[in-house]
């Protein structure tokens, strides 16, 4: 449009400064047309390209708010994976401490675990030597007695130490009359020997156990009755004669239900006719000297 009235002035100061023909006039009106149609086609051809700067830019933006978006989005995870690093971290401190607090703790028991194992150690080295210097006497005392006890009876007597009792069988004929449940004199007399060992220990205990061969015995009830009568008149000896403590003496009978030969001949008979000795430790004195040894150790 300006371009037209551009022309047109100039035509119209032309027309005015100079007469023209009208050849030049339509030959300047021609030349008018092209450059027209020249600035047309330009404008035209700036218009497609100022559409296609328009289509770029609109593109760019569109690329611009996408990345800005990703990029949105990618400093959102950012910050997620930041506070949850934060908090691994947190848990990892406090981890430390807990394993270190627990580590105390374990350290602190383990400590006391120790001492107590240390302590019940001490205890049981205590009993164990308790245990052997028991073990020890019985064997002495056993060594001691089956001497002193073959010198006095000979072959009528045994001494066996079996599941931690002395056990002592001495015939018949050491303390009875053939058929008689009284003690005879000289019987009292070979009681004097174990009066003598019981009561020098006060850990020891005596059970006397009477026996007697399948033979029924006269003038009692049965072979179980007088066997119990002649332990009880032992134990009477032993009690009365010697003066040993009733509370540490027992007196039993097995009749011929305890035979240590055969009672099909008559030295299987005799050997059965017999009184054993049990001697046993007094635990509960044992028992008392442990624990006397152990509150001394222990201190």
């Not at 691994?88 to 807990?98: C, G, I, P, R, S």
Request: hydrophobic content about 35%.
């Amino acid at each position: 449009m300006k371009s037209q009235t551009f022309f047109g002035l100039l035509l119209m100061a032309l027309v005015s400064t100079s007469c023209i023909s009208k050849k030049d006039y339509e030959a300047v009106l021609a030349q008018h047309e092209v450059e027209k149609q020249g600035f047309e086609n330009r404008i035209a051809i700036l218009d497609r390209q100022i559409l296609n700067k328009d289509q770029q830019i609109d593109t760019l933006n569109l690329n611009l708010a996408n990345k800005i978006g990703a990029n949105t989005a990618l400093i959102a995870t950012q910050d997620k994976i930041l506070d949850r690093i934060d908090e691994v971290q947190a848990q990892l401190v406090n981890a430390q401490k807990d394993k270190s607090s627990t580590s105390q703790s374990l350290s602190s028991t383990v400590r006391k675990k120790e001492e107590i194992i240390k302590t019940r150690d001490k205890k049981i080295a205590t009993i164990k030597a308790k245990i052997v210097q028991f073990e020890e006497n019985q064997q002495k005392v056993l060594g001691n007695l089956s001497y002193e006890l073959e010198q006095l009876f000979g072959d009528k007597q045994s001494v066996d130490y079996v599941n931690d009792e002395i056990r002592i069988t001495l015939d018949e004929s050491l303390l009875f009359r053939p058929g008689s449940a009284r003690v005879r004199t000289a019987g009292v007399q070979n009681l004097e020997k174990i009066a003598q060992l019981i009561e020098k220990d006060p850990t020891l205990k005596l059970t006397v156990i009477g026996n007697t061969d399948n033979k029924k015995a006269k003038n009692y009830k049965d072979n179980w009755d007088y066997s119990v009568i002649r332990a009880a008149n032992v134990v009477k000896v032993l009690t009365k004669e010697y003066e040993l403590p009733p509370s540490r003496v027992l007196a039993a009978g097995k009749g011929e239900f305890a035979p240590k030969a055969s009672n099909q001949t008559s030295e299987g008979q005799a050997k059965n006719r017999r009184i054993d000795f049990v001697i046993l430790p007094r635990f509960d004195r044992v028992v008392k000297d442990i624990k006397k040894e152990l509150k001394a150790a222990l201190k």
